[in-house]
């Protein structure tokens, strides 16, 4: 069977205008101390692929206009709001206020498995992603309304934080 690959005209992108009018997802991606810009932007490529409501930006987070950012988001911190905390327990207290259930994307003791995991229809979660050293931080894991857990099977059980958001939101949003 021959295939041909899609043209990017012929891929029906939205503009970010656009974007910004398409109903909520009913998730929102926290990044808690995010070093590295290069995952800053992924985390926003990877929300915007699968239409996420917000990105909230903590800690030592970059945040745009960054040429870093922009290298790997290629223009989604256009088109997927964002805002930027100092700390990350004020975003996350601001999001629970708001209605949203706090997830640590954490390996804890009583984590959830992903593949066991089905949000609530009509849910609304705040996904917290961790820092690439020290993964999602204590408090906040404490905070949190439970953690979630990509299993793994090899010997490396931690994925780069902008994998896991890849992970993460394509779950959730083919089970929303």
């Known amino acids: 069977m021959k295939d041909r690959k899609l043209l990017n005209i012929e891929l029906g992108r939205v503009t970010a205008e656009a974007y910004r009018e398409l109903p909520p997802s009913g998730l929102v991606v926290v990044l808690d101390n995010i070093r590295?810009?290069?995952?800053?932007?992924?985390a926003f490529r990877t929300s915007d692929s699968f239409k996420i409501d917000r990105v909230c930006l903590c800690g030592i987070c970059a945040v745009p206009p960054s040429a870093e950012i922009h290298k790997s988001a290629l223009g989604a911190e256009d088109s997927v709001p964002w805002q930027h905390w100092d700390d990350t327990m004020d975003a996350i207290e601001?999001?629970?206020?708001?209605?949203?259930?706090?997830?640590?994307?954490?390996?804890?003791?009583?984590?959830?498995?992903?593949?066991?995991?089905?949000?609530?229809?009509?849910?609304?979660?705040?996904?917290?992603?961790?820092n690439e050293v020290d993964g999602v931080r204590q408090d906040v894991v404490d905070a949190a309304d439970f953690a979630l857990e990509i299993p793994q099977w090899?010997?490396?059980?931690?994925?780069?934080?902008?994998?896991?958001v890849g992970v993460i939101l394509w779950h959730l949003r083919s089970r929303m």
């Open 154 to 164: 090899g010997s490396k059980h931690s994925l780069n934080v902008s994998v896991s």
């Open 36 to 42: 590295s810009a290069h995952n800053v932007g992924s």
């Open 94 to 130: 601001a999001l629970r206020a708001e209605g949203y259930t706090i997830v640590a994307v954490e390996q804890t003791v009583n984590s959830r498995k992903l593949d066991a995991f089905v949000p609530e229809r009509g849910g609304r979660y705040a996904l917290v992603f961790g």
